[in-house]
């Protein structure tokens, strides 16, 4: 476990690899932690790459620096903490690669800072948040596996998350990926990550943010708005997505270039649910490294 200052926050992180090397970022979403990108990280680390893991706002050991600071869970936070964290390291255009949360952060900075990452390897596609859309209704079905986002706008939810954030998150790891067959002592070696004193906060955030209930950082209010233009995504890309993912269906690769105008690949994994880099963490590492090998 390594710490660095960067932005907001002390980034607590894990590191891999020869130092100087060719770098990657691994990201992990919610409600997971860097235990999910680890066994990929070993991966690639034994193939000469240089990687880092950390664990994002409100998660393990990450804390923010000021106490004023806003708790913020939007999709802007989780950008610049991403950019904020490169710089801190002095990363060389590193691949960025993650799922869920972590996803959404590299997708912000790809689209939104393309010269500061040599490529994109995306987990569910495009992840930046349509929020002047969020309000458009989806199936019925659709909906209802979106039912923990409603439980969190009310303050019933936000109870519920503080007082049974680890029986909530094992649920949702099931239902998001009703192939893998996860244990309870997998699950108990990232629980601990949602102790920290920021993660409902930051939780409650996100998920009301995102539908426009709250709002957002000040400071953020520029990024939010070329975020809400929905940019491309120009650096290298591959997208992977789950055949099984209990939460979303997988995208046709013809509407994933109109946001992916360099899509290298677009590979929909059988048997994977939501978390492709800890079910799938060979095909994950591989997908980091044929991005990475196109920078030159």
Do not use: K
């Amino acid at each position: 476990m390594q710490h660095v200052e960067a932005g907001d926050l002390v980034v607590a992180y894990e590191a891999f690899g020869p130092p100087g090397a060719p770098a990657a970022v691994l990201l992990h979403g919610f409600p997971y932690d860097v235990a999910a990108v680890r066994a990929a990280a070993e991966r690639l680390a034994a193939r000469g790459l240089h990687v880092v893991a950390p664990y994002l706002r409100g998660f393990g050991p990450t804390r923010f620096i000021d106490v004023a600071t806003r708790r913020s869970g939007q999709q802007a936070a989780l950008g610049h903490d991403l950019r904020a964290f490169i710089d801190a390291l002095a990363l060389v255009r590193p691949v960025v690669a993650g799922f869920d949360w972590g996803g959404r952060a590299a997708c912000i900075v790809a689209a939104l800072w393309p010269e500061r990452v040599a490529g994109l390897v995306s987990c569910g596609g495009y992840n930046i948040q349509d929020i002047p859309s969020a309000q458009t209704p989806l199936s019925p079905a659709m909906e209802a596996r979106l039912w923990y986002q409603f439980y969190f706008h009310g303050e019933r939810g936000r109870a519920g998350l503080t007082a049974n954030r680890r029986e909530l998150a094992w649920l949702l790891w099931r239902q998001w990926s009703p192939t893998w067959p996860v244990s309870r002592e997998t699950f108990a070696a990232s629980a601990p990550a949602f102790d920290n004193p920021d993660f409902v906060d930051v939780v409650i955030h996100s998920y009301r943010h995102r539908y426009a209930r709250v709002a957002g950082d000040p400071r953020f209010e520029a990024t939010e708005a070329r975020l809400a233009a929905q940019p491309a995504i120009a650096v290298p890309s591959i997208v992977l997505e789950g055949a099984d993912s209990g939460l979303f269906a997988a995208a046709g690769t013809s509407a994933l270039r109109r946001r992916f105008p360099r899509l290298v690949a677009h590979r929909v994994l059988a048997e994977v649910g939501h978390n492709p880099p800890q079910e799938a963490p060979e095909t994950f590492a591989d997908a980091v490294v044929e991005v990475a090998c196109r920078r030159g």
